[in-house]
């Protein structure tokens, strides 16, 4: 078994151990804020659940509207994030929601492999990539196979992660071989390929002639788009601790924003790597050993000279885009890409819940639980020992055509709207998604763990 399948399996095995306990309060960020100072008398039990939970709606907010600009078409999504600075803030896709078609793309996902790749779209087509690294052509309108290419190497065992990206006339590849690989986009024919000494887990972001991505040592590596030649590499701290998700780096004219499993977010010169600034997304819990992993999995987001990021160890952080100071931070744990639009910020919390913060100063107009009506209790064979809380695993948010669209472990994409917070529509994808949807053309995309490309419409 590979080292990050190992990683994910111990990560897997700790969530589960979560309980109830007798616990002091705290308050979790030191200083002189107004801590709950009540200590469980005996016998009296907290749930550590409601004891993390730090995040609540605003009595000031209460009730207020807030401006989100209409949806606009995309007729390209080149980039996991939709564009380069990832943050398209609303789109025109799926009015009907309901599924146009299913394609079989490869491999899905099994003990060894994992299907993580979020597609991309353009000229018409659809490139994705299947646990077992091939990468398909799909027509985006009919489903049909273009064509289909692996970039596996002959005789290696089972690689995890990767991803896509496309820019011209060429789709440029990462994965798990240690390989960064360009096709033509028409043909699928190879290109070029530059092999590393590190895996590459997340997608690559292609921008201004040159290709970012970052390893699973955490360092993030630049070619030159058209030979594949290293321009530049930059080390930040390596932590091997990481989630199975792995995010990519955003650009904005010369700067990069690189997220890492060490819980850092830095800035780079995108011409020679310097680095500009770096800041650490990091809240430490007493109540959860799993704080300690700090991976920043979700995609950072750069809107208006701000940098938003989130990480899994309970931090979400406005940046300026110069200086990396933050403007405002907020206790939530996440491993979804914060997702910006007008005068809000929309994010989806580890432990299920849909938030809606004011870009200004973070304060937040309302919380929701997706997990309402979705948990389920599994497992129990004597006087109910072995019973076990199921909850489903979310991935989003995207808002297209005024909806807020997530999809989950379950098999469902779920649509709420994007003013109230309120679920209305969802739909059965066939198979558990992880991966976010993305729009194009007046369609969402969403790949599934059991290896299809579903179209919603």
């Known amino acids: 078994m590979s080292k990050p399948l190992k990683i994910a399996l111990i990560c897997g095995l700790a969530v589960t151990a979560t309980a ?82 299913r394609r079989n793309i490869g491999d899905g996902g099994s003990r060894m492999t994992q299907v993580t790749a979020t597609p991309v779209a353009a000229d018409g087509r659809i490139f994705v990539m299947d646990g077992e690294a091939r990468v398909s052509a799909v027509d985006a309108n009919s489903g049909d196979i273009i064509w289909q290419t692996s970039v596996r190497p002959d005789g290696r065992d089972r690689a995890f992660g990767g991803g896509v990206a496309v820019s011209g006339d060429r789709v440029f590849v990462t994965s798990g071989y240690r390989l960064v690989t360009a096709l033509d986009a028409r043909s699928g024919a190879v290109l070029w390929t530059t092999p590393f000494d590190a895996p590459i887990h997340g997608a690559p972001t292609v921008s201004g002639g040159r290709v970012f991505a970052v390893d699973v040592d955490n360092q993030v590596i630049a070619l030159d788009a058209e030979s594949g030649s290293l321009t530049w590499s930059y080390q930040a701290i390596s932590e091997p601790a990481r989630l199975m998700r792995a995010s990519s780096p955003a650009v904005t004219g010369d700067t990069v924003i690189a997220p890492f499993s060490s819980g850092e977010v830095s800035a780079i010169r995108a011409a020679n790597g310097q680095e ?76 299920g819940e849909l938030i809606v913060l004011n870009r200004q100063n973070g304060e937040v107009y309302w919380i929701r639980n997706v997990n309402e009506g979705r948990t389920r209790t599994e497992g129990g064979w004597f006087f109910g020992v072995g019973k076990r809380t199921v909850r489903p695993v979310w991935s989003g948010p995207i808002l297209a055509s005024n909806r807020l669209v997530l999809v989950n472990s379950d098999g469902q994409a779920v649509a709420y709207d994007h003013k109230t917070g309120e679920e209305v529509a969802s739909l059965d994808l066939g198979a558990p998604a992880f991966i976010a949807p993305i729009a194009y053309n007046g369609a969402l995309y969403v790949v599934t763990d059991n290896g299809q490309l579903v179209s919603i419409r």
Request: charged share 15%.
């Open 20 to 101: 109830c306990s007798t616990v002091q309060r705290v308050w979790p960020f030191g200083g002189d804020g107004e801590a709950p100072e009540s200590v469980a008398s005996a016998g009296e039990r907290i749930s550590i659940l409601e004891f993390e939970q730090n995040l609540s709606p605003s009595a000031e907010l209460a009730g207020r509207d807030f401006f989100v600009p209409g949806p606009q078409a995309i007729t390209a999504w080149p980039v996991p994030g939709g564009n380069v600075e990832q943050s398209l803030e609303h789109v025109i896709a799926a009015p009907d929601f309901t599924v146009a078609w």
């Open 276 to 351: 500009l600034w770096t800041q650490v997304l990091s809240r430490t819990s007493r109540t959860n050993a799993l704080s300690e992993i700090r991976d920043i999995a979700g995609r950072p987001a750069i809107s208006r000279g701000v940098v938003y990021a989130v990480s899994h160890s309970g931090l979400l952080s406005a940046m300026d885009l110069r200086t990396g100071q933050p403007a405002w931070q907020a206790p939530l744990a996440g491993v979804n890409a914060p997702w910006v639009a007008g005068d809000v910020v929309y994010a989806v919390s580890k432990a």
